[in-house]
């Protein structure tokens, strides 16, 4: 069973709700020389709200809201965030230090590992469900690939042939040669040298991605990523279509699950929670786990429990309204809390990496992710 960590926005600890809206001003320097830094692009963490610094470096973001978190990226600098609770007095000074890559991927045993590795990356990252599919990455030439290799070994027998011992690729032998050893990749981590391009034409979107981390752990097959978006309009279709299709890939996602429970409205959303034991299940209240501060929830003690998600679509895949009818059908989802307490914020975001889905929800990622600010407004009433 494959663990997804399914961060549609990863590395926001604050609350994208505010108030307020205002403009932030400011410039941007190279660290190194204090030089301006041009064509810099400036936004708001896991939003479409961003823009670009000018050939003197000089930008304006509008329209913040508080607290927020800004993301400042350039290629071929390290990408740098700044926390703000309120508009700063003062137009900002922005630096950011070159970056400094090692671009060599280890073990490459023939030249189809780097075409495997991508559609690997492809994935887990951009997910499998209908969005992920046709979702791509337009620059994946800045992706690194670096594989850890553990050493095993095996014992010879006679009727093995030579050619199985190639395909294992024997690094090195005992003394009689009775037993073979050989090194088997373990964990695979990517990096990327500029931030990644990311088409979603079913969503509609361009995001612009500054990679953090990804470790795909191949035993488990956990996969954990974290990471900077900013979400574009490319307006290639209809809006029609695409509001429907964004409709389609947010009920049934982390964030509309995360969101409902936060509101504590599970049931409200089409959820119904299951606790495995064995080979029962019974229906479980993930309410009476949580503990509400004002930016979203903290779900505590449900660590080391095996959790399923029950979500009850209508007939166009939007949620039956649990409190008010009983669902016809269902679609399953696992849920596993990785820490004793694991916080989510009120726009759906896991900020600590410390929940993971599995498919149907888990195989939902990047190329099905929409913006914090993202709402459906009212769904279609079941028709039975």
């Known amino acids: ?4 960590m399914v961060l549609a926005i ?32 400036i936004y708001q963490n896991g939003t479409t709200n961003g823009t670009i610094s000018d050939v003197n470096g000089v930008f304006s973001l509008e329209n913040l809201t508080f607290p927020c978190e800004i993301v400042i990226s350039h290629i071929g600098y390290k990408t740098s965030t700044l926390s703000l609770n309120e508009i700063p007095k003062e137009p900002v000074k922005l630096t950011l230090s070159p970056q400094n890559i090692q671009l060599k991927e280890v073990q490459v045993y023939d030249e189809n590992f780097r075409r495997k590795n991508l559609q690997l990356f492809r994935d887990l990252y951009l997910g499998t469900d209908k969005f992920g599919k046709k979702a791509y990455i ?55 040298t500029a931030p990644l391009e990311v088409y979603s034409p079913l969503l509609d979107y361009k995001i612009h991605s500054d990679l953090v981390a990804f470790v795909y752990e191949k035993r488990t097959r956990n996969c954990q990523y974290l990471g900077y978006y900013f979400f574009q309009d490319t307006s290639t279709q209809s809006e029609k279509v695409t509001q429907k299709n964004r409709r389609q890939a947010y009920f049934n ?18 959820y119904r929670i299951y606790l495995r034991d064995k080979e ?105």
């Open 138 to 192: 337009k620059n994946e030439d800045v992706l690194v690939f670096k594989w850890e290799y553990e050493e095993r070994s095996i014992k010879v027998n006679p009727d093995m042939p030579n050619e199985f011992f190639k395909h294992l690729k024997v690094t090195r032998w005992n003394a009689d040669k009775s037993v073979a050893y050989f090194n088997t990749p373990t964990i695979l981590r990517v990096q990327a």
């Open 280 to 384: 029962r299940a019974s229906i479980f209240n993930l309410d009476s786990c949580l503990i509400d501060f004002t930016e979203g929830s903290a779900v505590v003690g449900c660590n080391n429990k095996h959790y399923t998600i029950g979500y009850f679509p209508n007939g166009s895949g939007e949620p039956t309204d649990l409190t008010k009818k009983k669902g016809r059908m269902v679609v399953s989802s696992d849920i596993y809390f990785l820490n004793d307490t694991c916080f989510i914020t009120k726009e759906g975001i896991i900020p600590n990496n410390h929940i993971s889905f599995t498919p149907t929800i888990g195989a939902k990622s990047i190329g099905a992710s929409l913006p914090a600010e993202y709402e459906p407004g009212e769904h279609t009433p079941p028709r039975y």
């Open 10 to 41: 990863s590395l926001i600890v604050l609350s994208l709700v505010g108030f307020s809206q205002q403009n932030l001003t400011g410039k941007v320097f190279n660290a190194e020389n204090n030089t301006p830094l041009p064509y810099t692009t």
């Open 253 to 270: 996602s982390s964030q509309h699950f995360c969101r409902s429970l936060c509101a504590h409205q599970l049931a409200k959303n089409g």
């Open 1 to 4: 069973m494959m663990l997804r």
